[in-house]
């Protein structure tokens, strides 16, 4: 059992931009010495890690104490109409998983796929099929590693926020990765603490307390349009209320990971973690201030 953790860990995704080499081993090292707690390691454009880096990776997160997930590739699409393709998608999730797994990464997010010229409801029942064999053969190899679908941001894009909890509900072993800009950006709203409030409560209703107890969750500023998420912006430069956003995680006593994607990576992640000590702050009783 993975232990409950006891507050938010704020990372970022991919290698910081102040990083001054472009290795996931060095990532880790600079993470910590930045004041960060976690790390999402980027098999987007495909996965290049070797075997025996994702063996250091996994010792080099260990010694640090930092929280590891990864993303896998862009190209990924459970719901493609080429048959080849297909099970090339399925293939491709399946082996992230299980490098996610070597690397040490306690979750693998992923994009399902695109609606193309099928149905939301025919593109609902193609991937649970999918999944549903991918989560039994994750199982049977004792991988280890949560797969996370991620709610997406762009309307072309399987993944509304009702998609990926129902998915989960009714999936063994698949969990919601909660991105905020991309539910922002994908309805137009959902910028204020009574919508923030709703989701989290949404999440709760449909898939227990325990959703929000280990919540796996991607946060940037967006850009959109009526088509869903253009551009990912930095938090100040978006009009994102990120404030609000946080202190509805922090009263709803969500715990887990949170990974920004801004452009600025480290910079947003940490003014976020800034935040959220000090709403945690505000928390402590008095008595342990004499
Ligand atoms: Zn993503």
Redesign the pocket.
């Known amino acids: 059992m993975t232990p409950v953790p006891e507050h938010l860990h704020f990372g970022v995704a991919g290698i910081p931009n102040s990083c001054p080499e472009d290795s996931s081993l060095k990532a880790i090292e600079y993470v910590i010495s930045s004041g960060l707690e976690a790390l999402e390691l980027e098999f987007v454009q495909g996965l290049k890690m070797s075997q025996e880096t994702a063996g250091r990776v996994k010792l080099k997160a260990q010694e640090h104490k930092i929280r590891l997930s990864a ?1 896998a590739p862009y190209f990924i699409n459970l719901n493609a109409d080429d048959p080849g393709k297909k099970i090339q998608s399925q293939d491709l999730l399946l082996n992230s998983l299980r490098l996610a797994a070597t690397a040490g990464a306690t979750d693998l ?1 992923f ?1 399902a796929g695109y609606y193309g010229k099928k149905s939301p409801e025919e593109t609902y029942s193609t991937i649970k099929a999918t999944l549903k064999e991918i989560t039994s053969i994750a199982r049977s190899e004792k991988l280890g590693t949560r797969l996370r679908i ?1 709610t997406m941001g762009k309307k072309s894009q399987f993944g509304s926020l009702d998609e990926v909890l129902s998915l989960c509900r009714e999936i063994e072993g698949l969990f919601p990765c909660l ?1 905020f800009a991309h539910i922002y950006a994908r309805e137009g709203r959902v910028n204020s603490y009574l919508d923030f409030h709703r989701v989290l409560s949404k999440v709760e209703k449909k898939l227990g307390r325990s959703a929000l107890q280990n919540a796996h969750i ?1 946060i940037s500023g967006v850009k959109f349009n009526q088509t869903g998420e253009t551009k990912h912006l930095n938090l100040e430069e978006s009009d994102f209320r990120f404030d609000e956003w946080l202190q509805a995680l922090h009263d709803f006593e969500v715990r887990g990971t949170v990974i920004c994607e801004s452009p600025s990576l480290e910079a947003d992640a940490l003014l976020l973690k800034n935040l959220y000590c000090n709403l945690q702050e505000k928390m402590t009783p008095a008595a342990q201030t004499d």
Do not use: G
């Open positions: 993303h997010v994009h991620e991105d991607h």
